[in-house]
């Protein structure tokens, strides 16, 4: 494998930012670096400040202060404006105050206590963008696209998503309740959960059958691309053998930092655009190619999503749709497809402002829009049927049949066993799972008229 541990690149996108809303619940994904980020200076961008408007918010402010009916604190009435300015916006831009921003770069190393799901918001509600994996919030039957709206007693309308974010932090092993409105259900659903330090593990691997290698990405993390390239060598270690294809999994990925979406596109493609950014000022305008190094070598890959994949997700499956590298699985992303960029305030704070818009390979705005999968599956339970009644007589059932010469009765009885146990688990796993299912059927088709054509 040429494309080993990303020494080959300085990537230089310190400020961008892909999540959405994260804060212990989750925890906006940011890049170390973003703090090092120098915006433009405002001499330079010639904004011409309204001063009518400036003159209404003063007198605003000093009516507020002198006649509300209880006596408010300055900074708060400021930071609340601040807020409000950046909230107007767009759901993904926002006002950190110093401990909200000092919390969201520890965040960024995948630790981080609450329940364990990425957020945002829509028509006043928190809205739930994706659960993070083995979390509490997962665990509790939390579902991408579920609306929360009560926490605990208090309702969500009227807050904002920063207060909202505050009340489902909390000391681990406390409980919340959690008022939930989703889709096709006929009354709103409550849950209770119990918060827990969350351990974000981004990348995990397993060997299916018939030498496919799947690969799970729960978040982009910044080790995330170093993070990928091990789990194939350890693929490859588990198959004895170069394996003949991968599943990327990227269902209910809430996305991350830039820099690891490109990182991990670029682990599969040898040459090539992967993504470019246009925003107005100069430091938004990016454009990302691709390295020589393909870490499978040409073999077949799908990449697997669901409208929970968002952002950091719809870069890498859309990147690898339009260069042709992989066939997509799934229903329809999120349609995350702007850039935050991270700037820090002298006072300790931080805003996340969204300075641009992200386009695939061929110009494609995934905003709004969401990455339209190459083979649509749609939502199903399937089960299996029950044969056991049925009469099904095969020659190793007949009396005095004659054993088939290839030794196998020689064979060694352990390995055998351990060999059967695991490939059960992963038909059962491919049984439960029909989204995998499907994508290691049309995976293995790939490989074997890849190898047919050898």
Known sequence: MSKTAYSKTTWMVSGALLGAFVVLASTVMADKGAQEQT????????????????????????????DYVEEVDDKKLLEGAISGMLSSLDPHS?????????????????????LGMEVGMEDGFV?????????PAEKAGVKAGDLIIKLGDEPVKGKTLSEAVDIMRGKPGTK???TIVRKGADAPINLTITRAVIKVKSVKQKMLKDGIGYVRISQFQ?????????????LDELNKAP???????LRNNPGGVLTAAVQVSDAFLNDGLIVYTEGRIKNSKMRFEAEKGDVLEGKPMV????????????????ALQDQKRAIIVGRTSFGKGSVQTLLPLNNGAAIKVTTARYYTPLGRSIQAEGIKPDIQVDLAKIEKVDTSDFINVKEKDLSGHLENGNGKDKADKNGESKEATADEDITKLLEKDYELNEAFRVLKTMALTQQMQK
């Not at 910044?222 to 350890?234: F, S």
């Not at 394996?243 to 999994?249: A, H, P, R, T, Y």
């Not at 990449?303 to 997700?313: D, Y």
Request: charged share 25%; glycine share 8%; proline share 6%.
């Open 39 to 66: 915006p433009e200076p405002v001499a330079q961008q010639k904004v011409s400040l309204p001063l009518q408007e400036l003159r209404a918010f003063a007198e605003v402010f000093e009516r507020v202060s002198s």
């Open 94 to 114: 926002a006002y950190l105050p110093p401990k909200s921003f000092e919390e969201m770069e520890e965040h960024t190393k995948g630790e981080f206590g609450g």
């Open 127 to 135: 809205k739930v963008i994706s659960p993070i994996d083995d979390t």
């Open 176 to 178: 919340l309740k959690l």
């Open 222 to 234: 910044v080790r995330t691309g170093q993070d990928l390239v091990e789990a194939i060598q350890k």
């Open 243 to 249: 394996i003949n294809g991968l599943v990327l999994d």
């Open 303 to 318: 990449v697997l999503i669901n409208e929970g994949s968002a952002s950091a997700s719809e870069i890498v499956s859309g």
